[in-house]
């Protein structure tokens, strides 16, 4: 006998599990979440937050008190690279590059007419108490710290968990339909046997998170700072310091600093070393930190060969874990859960059938293995950079120290190891322009979706130029449209936060209006229809054309979106039998 039955069990309070809670809580799932530690986690470690998480943000109301605290784009949309902060010799302080980054600067206008709204950045040690709050608003009670799981069984269609209230020193149990582990692959996923593939323990990162005041030094707009010198090993080994507000740009009062460790170096835990190789590093021997935290991590690659196990399923770091560069080790766990808590509620509602929940693993797997090679990627590509300025590991530091005189002189070869340090460090787009790896990824035929047989879009190889499509897999394209009230409405609004599909049609769609109440009514779920376009008597207004531009169907034809906001379906054109296109692309993509 358990002493609790829910729907849903999250396990893991980070903020993978979290961002399940909220979703859970818009979509009307009785869920509990259980986190072992009795806080959030202490440890600096995610900031970046892409426009696709504040996208899921906005729809599930929790975009914009990120932007309230969070650093503003003009704080955080520039990286750099230089030799210190400090120092007065004649390589200190010097500029090697800077390149705009996230939607910063010159990417501004792209990144602003392809989503909502800007990306972010806020760091995880202040976020999961922000999204713990308001968790906690959303589902009172249900939201339990210093709560672990010791161990589960899964029984006649259920996950039985016996948990631990760490405060109360009690044990309880909890029967639920479905459990989220979103465990940073802690508990579940190395007892169920599942393999985690790739490459791991190849750096040992220590991060250390401290005070002080550098707001003489630092370079206001600019996030993370490399700072390469003729004593530096490589960009990785020398270091790379992150501004971690709560003020942004250059009065930021904490900072983290990562310094990369072979995993066999006994020096990574010389904890006293710190200091001193910090006011080194910055060039600053007055520096006094007060330091916070010196974590470390183990660089990793892997991904679940599993992320359904019976009715268990791995999310965030628990099915994925790769280098932080890019970013995507949040972002990608946020988007993991947003794409399962629809389809959980979809299935405990009875609208769906099992099959949905398959989708999960088919369509995020993929999306997930790429992001965690692209991190791969932007990681070994610092090593370029080292290489492009004529920086080579391990040689003395006078041959070095000639290198650097080198690239800064005043002389033919000057500029061209100045141009050649340009065309290197400019690869480092491919990490910090990121915006088609972050936007572009689409979900593929055997999920859950209609196809309409056309070929797979190529995808810039570079990961910087999105496409918009509405082709089925990928995500919805973002236009501005005028809502009845004439308030700028984004086409990304339109499904709302409580996991419904839309139906979007143009001008002469009007027979899809009759094709979505029976279809809808066939399977038991209700499509709201939309019309967009310039007709007066459209539901909503689509002032420029933006999304006639986009929407690539006719104004008889129809686009039906996910509540994830992904395109389940479209037709070109009035297919002839509107009502059994819908129904067997409603059927399709709920498994019935
Ligand atoms: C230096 C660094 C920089 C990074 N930068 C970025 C970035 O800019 N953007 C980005 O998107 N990502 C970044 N990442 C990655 C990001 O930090 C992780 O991907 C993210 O923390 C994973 O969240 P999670 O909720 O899946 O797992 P976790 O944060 O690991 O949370 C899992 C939780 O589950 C709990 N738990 C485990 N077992 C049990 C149990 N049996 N019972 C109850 N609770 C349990 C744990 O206590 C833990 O709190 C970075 C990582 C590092 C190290």
Redo the contacts with the bound molecule.
């Keep these: 006998m358990a002493d609790l039955d829910v729907p849903v069990l999250v ?7 979290l961002s399940a809670s909220l979703f859970l809580s818009d979509l009307g799932v009785e869920h509990l979440l ?4 009795a806080t959030t ?1 202490h ?7 892409n426009q696709r998480t504040m996208e899921i943000f906005r729809q599930h109301g929790v975009a914009d008190a990120v932007y309230a605290v969070g650093a503003p784009i003009e704080k955080f949309g520039k990286v750099r690279w230089q030799t210190s902060l400090g120092g007065d010799g004649e390589l200190d302080r010097r500029t090697i590059f800077e390149m705009e980054a996230f939607g910063g600067g010159s990417l501004r206008a792209r990144y602003e007419a392809d989503s909502p709204g800007p990306a972010g950045n806020y760091p ?1 040690v202040r976020l999961e108490p922000l999204l713990r709050r308001l968790a906690t608003e959303r589902a009172p009670g249900r939201i339990r710290y210093h ?4 161990d589960w069984e899964q029984v006649d269609g259920a996950v039985v968990a016996t948990v631990h209230d760490r405060d109360a020193d009690t044990r309880y149990r909890i029967r639920a339909r479905y459990l989220i582990a ?3 692959g ?2 579940f996923g190395p007892r169920l046997g599942v393999e985690m593939v790739g490459p791991t323990n190849m750096l040992d ?1 220590v ?1 250390t998170h401290f005070s002080a005041d550098l707001s003489e030094h630092w370079d206001d707009g600019s996030l993370i700072t490399w700072f390469l010198n003729p004593e530096g090993e490589s960009s990785w080994g020398a270091g790379a310091m992150v501004q971690m507000g709560p003020t942004w740009g250059r009065d930021s009062e904490e900072w ?1 600093v ?1 310094f990369g460790f072979r995993p066999d170096d006994p020096e990574r835990f010389n904890s006293d070393a710190i200091v001193p190789r910090l006011r080194e590093l910055l060039r600053l021997p007055e520096l006094d930190p007060t330091v916070h935290q010196v974590s470390h ?1 183990i660089l990793d690659r892997i991904v679940a060969e599993r992320w359904r196990i019976g009715d268990i399923f791995l ?4 099915a994925h ?1 790769q280098p ?1 560069t890019t ?7 946020i988007q993991d859960v947003h794409n399962l808590a629809w389809k959980l509620a979809q299935v405990l509602a009875g609208h769906a059938g099992d099959a949905l929940l398959d989708s999960y693993q088919l369509e995020r797997l993929p999306v997930s293995t790429h992001g965690a090679d692209w991190a791969l990627l932007a990681f070994m590509n610092h090593f370029v950079i080292d290489a492009g300025i004529g920086l080579v590991p391990g040689a003395p530091v006078e041959a070095n120290t000639e290198a650097f005189r080198a690239l800064f002189s005043d002389t033919p070869i000057g500029a061209a190891l100045r141009a050649r340090a340009e065309v290197c460090i400019g690869t480092q787009a491919w990490e910090f322009q990121a915006h088609d790896v972050e936007l572009g990824y689409a979900y593929p035929a055997e999920g859950a979706l209609l196809a309409d047989g056309s070929a797979v879009p190529a995808r810039d190889p570079r990961g910087g130029h999105y496409v918009p499509t509405t082709r089925p897999g990928h995500r919805l394209p973002h236009a501005w449209l005028a809502g009845p009230d004439g308030r700028p409405v984004s086409t990304h609004d339109l499904v709302g936060d409580q996991g419904r599909f839309v139906l979007l049609i143009g001008s002469d769609g009007g027979r899809w209006r009759a094709a979505a109440v029976d279809a809808g009514a066939k399977l038991g779920v209700e499509i709201p229809v939309v019309e967009v376009g310039a007709a007066g008597s459209a539901d909503y207004q689509d002032p420029d054309g933006r999304w006639a531009d986009l929407r690539e169907v006719s104004e008889a034809g129809a686009v039906l979106v996910r509540p994830d906001n992904h395109v389940a379906f479209r037709s070109a054109v009035d297919p002839g039998d509107p009502t059994g296109r819908l129904t067997d692309a409603l059927a399709s993509v709920l498994g019935r």
């Excluded at 396990?11 to 599990?17: A, E, I, L, S």
């Excluded at 259980?34 to 530690?37: M, T, Y």
């Excluded at 970013?327 to 766990?333: A, E, F, P, R, Y």
């Design positions: 396990v893991g309070g980070g903020g993978c599990g259980v986190e072992r530690h986690s440890l600096p470690k995610a900031h970046y937050l995880q709560h672990e799981v010791l979103a465990d940073g802690k508990t990162m991060s983290v990562h991590w999310a965030g770091d628990a874990r932080p970013g995507l080790g949040l972002n990608t766990g």
